[in-house]
């Protein structure tokens, strides 16, 4: 698919002649651009560097039709980084070979340090210390602004903390519905195989009461939370950083903390132990569901027995989780999207970082809980 | 005109946005070896007809022909081969923010296949060369440069592969008039050195009166001028007589005594 007018389709041909007074001279015609040397590209340099190895060789360029940069430089690598002692040439493709001849030497590589392994130890630890500081400092603004909001009720950004929890909370509903309800079929599925060895079916209230409630519930939800939303609010703050959006909330004095990060953190505080006894409760269900099935134990009994088996402490200790892993997921998330360069490397990096952090953060709060509460609610 | 010489048709083209209509039979021609100028107001579907001609988007209606051949229906060495003729410069650089000035520009060039890496280093060089920048930048990253920088280099970048359709899409937006300027004398020196054909966007008066052969004026959803500056400067439409002999428009003007003499 070449351009058919002015010729300009015509390959490069290197024709060596011998003048009539015995002086050799090679004749390069046609098109020398890229688009016309294309494949062959290898040949004709293989071509050339043998050529110039003669160099009381006279090179006449007059008959090329076009010329471009790529053409020139293949010319030039094949003469060996200079011009031919003998060279004619049209005077506009002259200054192809003036721009060569000026070219500036490229950078050196930026050279990798021995030392590297300390430095990037190094870095990671001030790199941990740095997110720790600016958390903390983070979290200390949101105490600043609850204690601003507490003089003036009427600035509490009601519209952004029931936006957010609407997206958090209710859209989260039917994911965490379907995994809790598949883990809780699983979990019953695979305990009631191993009490029926021992008889002792009924126990199984016993087991997926307390794991569900106190363990599997909170832990599901804040996961499939700190994935879903703790990943859009990182991309969300870090688009608006890199849209200078952040920048024009600065510059009209509104405070990112009070109206973009509070309102997350209050709104997923509030949403996940919602979330928690959503799936907590369809994680049941799905127990119960195979219960029935498997062992045949009903409904209504499975349901009358559960409130003697589980103390109800342990529901309150899930909701607590929900509570205190919600507000970590939001002022994680929202701290990874403040620190997101405005460009897409950034970006990238910030989110996953985001939501591996969130989730790590999760499951150690799930552990600080376990030793801090480890007499409440076990009998 | 010899229909032959096209290196752009555009036949019959229609835009919608749903019930928005944006362009209503736009039929362009762009000749080639010519820079052609797109002018209208804001709103007035410059960028969505330049987006059409790149084939980012389908136009409602109607065929858009580069090099002759329509933009789809074709396999993909074709579509390569012609996305290797054409260089774009998008309004705010498009600069790969992951790659460094260097790699941006030997982008194009390694996915050829056909450079070693030699040939792809002298390459570069020229053309940082070419726009002016300092080979001690060629290691930085886009997000370190100046809006200047991140233009000039993301003109190299479009020259990469030495084009012979080059698209600007507002090209001296967000830079001060001095770098304006010294940005359509590169472009301008560009065009004496190698053989190509520019298909420009802009607002900027200076620019369109240093840069253009022909101007193309969009406005009431059609292409209401299209001819040489002194040619469209002589229709009579209000947007033209808006753009081009207001203040702003006549003080650009006066410069090119010649052009201002056949409008009074």
Redesign the interface.
């Known amino acids: ?1 070449m ?3 002015q010729g300009s389709s015509s390959p490069l041909v290197l024709r060596r002649v011998t003048g009539a007074k015995g002086i050799s001279c090679v004749v390069v015609e046609g098109n020398c ?3 016309v040397i ?2 062959r ?1 290898q040949q004709i340099a293989a071509e050339l560097s043998q050529l110039a190895s003669e160099p009381e060789l006279r090179w006449d360029l007059t008959q090329v039709a ?1 010329m ?3 053409g020139a ?2 010319l ?2 094949g003469w060996g980084g200079h011009q031919p002692r003998y060279l004619f040439v049209k005077p ?1 493709h002259q ?2 070979f003036e ?2 001849e ?6 050196p ?2 050279m990798r340090n021995r030392l590297w392994p300390i430095t990037v130890l190094g870095k990671a630890v001030f790199l941990l210390w740095a997110h720790l500081v600016s958390l903390v400092i983070l979290a200390g603004q949101l105490v600043l602004e609850i204690k601003y909001l507490a003089g003036r009720p009427s600035r509490i950004p009601w519209r952004e903390i029931s936006a957010n929890l609407y997206r958090t909370g209710a859209q989260a509903l039917g994911i965490t519905a379907l995994v809790g309800f598949l883990i809780g079929v699983v979990l019953s599925y695979l305990s009631s195989r191993q009490l029926q060895i021992f008889g002792a079916d009924i126990f199984i209230v016993n087991i997926l009461g307390l794991s569900v409630i106190r363990e599997i519930g909170p832990v599901l939800a804040a996961i499939l939370v700190a994935g879903r939303s703790g990943s859009s609010m990182t991309a969300q703050l870090g688009v608006m950083r890199v849209t200078e959006e952040l920048d024009a909330l600065t510059v009209m004095g509104i405070p990112h903390s009070l109206r973009l990060i509070l309102p997350k953190v209050i709104a997923l505080g509030l949403a996940m132990p919602l979330v928690v006894l959503w799936t907590s409760a369809v994680a049941l269900i799905g127990g119960m569901v195979v219960a029935e099935i498997q062992l045949g134990l009903g409904h209504k009994f499975f349901l009358s027995r559960l409130p003697d088996v589980v103390a109800v402490s342990n529901l309150w200790l899930g909701l607590g989780k929900g509570i205190a892993c919600g507000m970590a997921i939001a002022l994680i998330s929202c701290h990874f999207g403040l620190r997101i ?5 950034s970006l990238g990096a910030g989110t996953t970082n985001s939501v591996v952090t969130s989730i790590t953060v999760v499951i150690i709060i799930d552990a600080i809980f376990a030793v801090v509460f480890a007499d409440v609610g076990l009998r | 005109m010899p229909r032959d010489n096209c290196i752009i048709e555009v036949e019959g083209l229609y835009t919608r946005f749903g019930n928005h209509v944006v362009h209503e039979n736009i039929g362009l021609c762009v000749q080639r070896g010519e820079v052609l100028t797109l002018v209208g107001g804001s709103g007035s579907g410059k960028t969505a007809l330049m987006r059409q001609i790149l084939g980012l988007d389908t136009p409602a209606e109607g065929t858009v022909r580069v090099f002759g051949e329509p933009l789809r229906n074709q396999n993909r060495q074709q579509i390569q081969n012609m996305r290797n003729r054409c260089g774009v410069l998008f309004q705010k650089g498009a600069l790969f923010s992951a790659l460094s000035v260097y790699d941006n520009i030997a982008l194009p060039m390694r996915e050829l296949r056909m450079l070693d890496e030699d040939m792809i280093r002298d390459l570069v060089m020229l053309k940082l060369e070419m726009v002016e920048i300092a080979p001690a930048h060629a290691n930085k990253m886009p997000a370190e440069l100046s809006g200047g920088m991140i233009k000039r280099i993301a003109l190299a970048r479009a020259m990469a592969l030495d084009p012979e359709l080059l698209f600007l899409d507002e090209p001296t937006a967000g830079l001060d008039p001095e770098l304006s300027d010294g940005f359509v004398r590169l472009i301008k020196t560009m065009k004496s050195e190698l053989t190509f054909t520019i298909v420009m966007a802009t607002h900027d008066l200076d620019t369109l009166v240093a840069l253009s052969d022909r101007v193309a004026v969009l406005a009431d959803k059609r292409l209401v001028a299209l001819g040489t500056l002194r040619e469209v400067i002589n229709t009579n439409h209000a947007f033209i007589s808006n753009f081009f002999c207001g203040v702003r428009g006549r003080k650009t003007l006066r410069s090119n005594n010649s052009i201002l003499n056949s409008i009074l």
């Open positions: 698919m351009p058919e007018n651009t890229l688009a294309g494949e590209i076009h471009d940069d790529a430089v293949l030039w690598r506009e200054r192809f721009r060569l000026e070219m500036p030497a490229p950078p590589p930026v360069k405005s460009n897409t490397e």
